[in-house]
């Protein structure tokens, strides 16, 4: 299949999808190599970014979305007289962190770093489709597992986990050391 041939099914597809095609399935569709595909979109997105359209074409982990561009996004409000999607509290950013970063994260794990009870926090990120389940601990009791979706990494501005900036994670099960307390200290 020609490039411009391949471009334009690319753009019908994922304008008709409105939401994330895996390169896979497009690759099937369109009888290319995954490879041949992906080039071909990251071109078709290069493109719509240089004319600055009034769409774009995001790359989500191994799959493409066409998206309105952010700077539309107050034309798309008033036209389709949508709200800004509610705020995150606190106690929803600090557990929605913990899970992009120790996924998939039990809310038992969540709640030993918090050190308070996430039950109404994780419950909120489930209907904010920002995790989602993924699967089920292989232990007593076979806890939920927690993941992050394909809308946290749009919600972000990402297009993988990757770009999570670093952190120092905690490692779970191996004893702590505490520094010694020196005699001036003791007195404390």
């Known amino acids: 299949m020609e490039t411009e041939l391949m471009q334009r099914a690319i753009e019908a597809i994922l304008f008709a999808a409105g939401e994330r095609i895996d ?23 290069d493109q719509y970014a240089f ?30 007289e949508t709200r800004k999607p509610p705020k995150l509290s ?25 050190g308070v009870d996430s039950a109404y926090s994780v ?3 489930l209907n904010k489709k920002l995790i989602e389940e993924a699967g089920r ?15 946290f990494l749009r919600t972000f501005g990402l297009s993988s986990l990757e770009e999570l900036p670093p952190i ?3 490692t779970f099960g191996e004893p702590v050391e505490l520094p010694e307390e020196t005699p001036a200290q003791e007195g404390q």
């Open 23 to 45: 390169v896979q399935r497009l690759s099937n569709v369109l009888e290319a190599d995954p490879s041949e595909v992906e080039q071909c979109a990251d071109a078709l997105a």
């Open 123 to 125: 419950a909120a990120l």
């Open 137 to 151: 601990l292989n232990v007593p009791g076979r806890p939920i597992q927690y993941k992050t979706t394909p809308d």
């Open 168 to 170: 120092e994670k905690i």
């Open 51 to 80: 004319e600055r359209r009034g769409v774009r074409i995001l790359k989500l982990e191994k799959g493409y979305q066409m998206v309105s561009s952010g700077e539309m996004a107050d034309y798309v409000t008033r036209a389709l």
């Open 90 to 114: 606190s106690s929803q950013l600090e557990t929605l962190t913990i899970i992009a970063y120790y996924q998939p994260a039990t809310k038992a794990m969540v709640e030993q770093i918090r």
